[in-house]
Structures are given as C-alpha cells and as structure tokens.
C-alpha cells in the first residue's frame, strides 16, 4: 500500500468484507519503484487494445499518458465517449500502477490533437517521435544523450502524415526507430519507454525485497 506518493507500507490483512477491509502495517519503508526519467507518452489511439497500451505504459514506468488523435488515426470518439474512455484508462493505470509497485499511477489526459499535446508538453522535456526511417537514431542511442525528462511520439499503424510531422518540426522534435522489426503501436510505446529508461540506467536494478 503506498500512502502519499512517498511512503509504502507492507500491511497483513485480518478482516475483509463487501463494507470492510482491516488489517495491520507490519513494516514501512520509503517509497521505491520510480524511474529517474520521466517519459510522457503521447499515444496515438489505437483502433483496438487502448485498455491494454494503458496498462503497459503504466507498467513500463511512464510519467504521463496522453491519448491524441493523429491524421491517420481510426478511432474519432465523440465528446461523450471520449469523457468515458479517459476515466476507464485512469482506472486502469491506477490499477496497474498498484500492481507494479509504483509510487503512484501516471497521469492519463483527456483525448486531444497530436499538436495540442505537443503544446502542453513540459518546456524542460526533449520531443523524440518513433518512425520507421533508417535516417533516425536508434531508440536506445537516442536514450543516452537524452535529458531527464522525454517526451515520446507514438504515432498509428498507418504512421504519422505530412501535418503530424510539420507539428513535430515546429517543436525541434528528434526522430528515432525502434530496429528491423515494424511494431503495432499498441506495443510501442512501452517498449520504447523500456529503452528510454533503460539507457538512464533505471534497469540497472531488481524490484526491492519486500521486508522480512
């Protein structure tokens, strides 16, 4: 259980019922689980499998989820839908955040363009989009000269048009691929994430014991 973002603690539970749940804190330890990178992802809506791209990100260690709408993107959920999908994903990252043992689940945005979110991307963040071009950096190079704070592209299976990429170029986006193989977007983005963090070192280590 993990109380304020800060601090988790190991808790035995002795009663639990549909009104109730009790137990008692049996150790208590700072908060671990955190990566030292944050990586925004911005995630072109797939046409299936959001539910579960929500649930890796959130695994893989990402600070922000933010669900776009690209040119070639299939999905187009109206205002209703889109209100309703946003509150199932932050359940979902909660709920898997929990799962990972992570301080606390990443922020999942409301449905918006690809250039909006750009606009509300963290001025101290580096733009890196993920395409299928032999001219980009591996992802994993990429990752080694990158600052403390990412955000990731992740366009549609279709791949990014002519608009997507002219708001990237007016952002100083960099362009990095993701090797031989053409990945779903679904699975992308965490798998980028993983290489992300792990070129900050934030893999070097296991999950912390649990105290005995």
């Given at each position: 259980m993990v109380a304020g973002g800060a601090v988790e603690h190991g808790v035995v539970l002795q009663h639990v019922s549909a009104a109730r749940i009790s137990g008692t804190v049996v150790w208590t330890r700072p908060v671990s689980g955190e990566p030292r990178r944050?990586?925004?992802v911005l995630q072109a809506v797939p046409a299936q499998g959001m539910d579960a791209t929500i649930e890796a990100l959130t695994?893989?260690?990402v600070a922000s989820i933010r669900p776009v709408l690209t040119g070639r993107t299939v999905v187009r959920p109206?205002?209703?839908q889109a209100s309703r999908r946003t509150e199932r994903w932050q359940t979902i990252a909660r709920e898997a955040a929990q799962l990972a043992g992570r301080a606390a689940p990443p922020?999942?945005?409301p449905v918006m363009s690809l250039r909006d979110a750009l606009a509300h991307v963290p001025a101290t963040a580096r733009v890196i989009a993920c395409v299928i071009d032999p001219a980009a950096t591996p992802m994993l190079r990429a990752a080694s000269t990158s600052p403390s704070e990412i955000a990731l592209v992740i366009g549609p299976e279709g791949g990014l048009d002519d608009s997507d990429m002219n708001a990237?170029?007016?952002?100083?986006?960099?362009?990095?691929?993701?090797g031989p193989r053409?990945?779903?977007?679904r699975l992308a983005g965490a798998i980028a994430t993983a290489l992300l963090l792990a070129?900050?070192?934030d893999l070097d280590s296991t999950a912390e014991p649990v105290p005995q």
């Open positions: 944050a990586v925004h695994v893989a260690g109206d205002a209703v922020a999942v945005s990237l170029d007016s952002v100083g986006a960099a362009y990095a691929h993701l053409t990945l779903p977007s070129g900050a070192g």
